[in-house]
């Protein structure tokens, strides 16, 4: 499959590194990207072909267009490749853009996906939702899940506005992570620890628990009670955060995230 890259970004290098990594053919890749800095790190570091604008034959030869630039700037990129589509596959990870207005940019074109992959991607740990236009058939929509599934799991929403719930839960989660980990620190430090110290048992920890999470039969919160003996260590700490609220405090975070996910695709969806 022959895949043009409209950015060359984070998300762009961790896709390309990704695919290459699954056996795609190097002359398959093309990346467009402006800054020439850029562009040499991607060759040198993949091997692959960089081009500083989109020219016709190039998306001509395309099967899947893939966009990875910033939000703001989908609507220039996107109206500038308009003329030269001729019924690729057209996959978005710009965050907010509904499909709705990036098919407006790009002159009705319909065959679209839109994707919210998470920063755990650069290593291949990723998680990404995916919805897909009534328009786009089953092999178009593996063609997207494959390119996503290059750099971790993947899940099809059945409504586009759950990607505004993608958003909050993965796509920012891993901000929630690092805070975690960031308290955990502190604490550690707090209690006698070297810095170093503390992040190993803070990132020992954390990554663990969610190893055995995600490999256990129990819920959380049954694994959550398994080691929380009643008045013991855990029950203290546990007490305090329901005191406190944080559980509810962490979860109306995420609402509120979900929120700004939805307004913000009001915002970028403007022309002009």
Same mark, same amino acid.
């Given at each position: 499959?022959?895949?043009?890259?409209?950015? =060359?970004?984070?998300?762009?290098?961790?896709?390309?590194?990704?695919?290459?990594?699954? =056996?795609?053919?190097? $002359?398959? /890749?093309?990346?467009?990207?402006? $800054?020439?800095?850029? #562009?040499?790190?991607?060759?040198? $570091?993949? =091997?692959? #072909?960089?081009?500083?604008?989109?020219?016709? $034959?190039?998306v001509a030869r395309a099967d899947l267009i893939l966009f990875?630039?910033?939000?703001?700037?989908l609507r220039l990129a996107a109206c500038a490749l308009a003329p030269h589509l001729a019924g690729q596959l057209v996959l978005s990870i710009a965050a907010g853009i509904r499909l709705a207005d990036l098919?407006?940019?790009?002159?009705?074109?319909?065959?679209?996906? #839109?994707?919210?992959?998470?920063?755990?991607?650069?290593?291949?740990?990723?998680?990404?939702?995916?919805?897909?236009?009534?328009?786009? *058939? *089953?092999?178009g929509r593996k063609s997207a899940e494959d390119i996503l599934g290059a750099v971790g799991e993947t899940m099809w929403c059945a409504r586009e506005e759950q990607l505004d719930a993608i958003t909050a839960m993965s796509?920012?989660?891993?901000?929630?992570?690092?805070?975690?980990?960031?308290?955990?620190?502190?604490?550690?430090?707090?209690?006698?620890?070297s810095p170093a110290q503390a992040r190993r048992l803070a990132y020992a920890t954390a990554g663990g628990a969610a190893a055995l999470a995600a490999q256990a039969a129990e819920s959380p919160a049954v694994l #959550?009670?398994?080691?929380?003996?009643? =008045?013991?260590?855990t029950a203290a700490a546990i007490a /305090?955060?329901?005191?406190?609220a944080v559980k509810a405090a962490f979860v109306a975070a995420i609402r509120a995230a979900a929120a700004r996910a939805a307004q913000l695709g009001d915002e970028l969806g403007k022309d002009g």
């Open positions: 499959m022959n895949v043009l890259f409209i950015g =060359g970004g984070n998300m762009g290098r961790a896709l390309v590194g990704g695919l290459l990594a699954q =056996g795609s053919a190097r $002359d398959g /890749l093309v990346v467009v990207e402006p $800054d020439a800095a850029a #562009r040499a790190r991607l060759e040198t $570091d993949f =091997g692959i #072909r960089t081009v500083p604008a989109a020219a016709g $034959d190039l990875a630039v910033k939000p703001q700037h098919s407006r940019w790009l002159g009705g074109h319909q065959r679209l996906v #839109r994707a919210m992959p998470n920063t755990p991607a650069l290593i291949r740990r990723g998680i990404s939702g995916l919805f897909a236009h009534p328009s786009v *058939d *089953d092999a796509g920012s989660g891993p901000a929630y992570v690092f805070y975690f980990l960031e308290a955990m620190i502190e604490a550690g430090q707090e209690l006698g620890f #959550r009670a398994q080691v929380t003996s009643k =008045g013991g260590t /305090l955060l329901e005191e406190r």
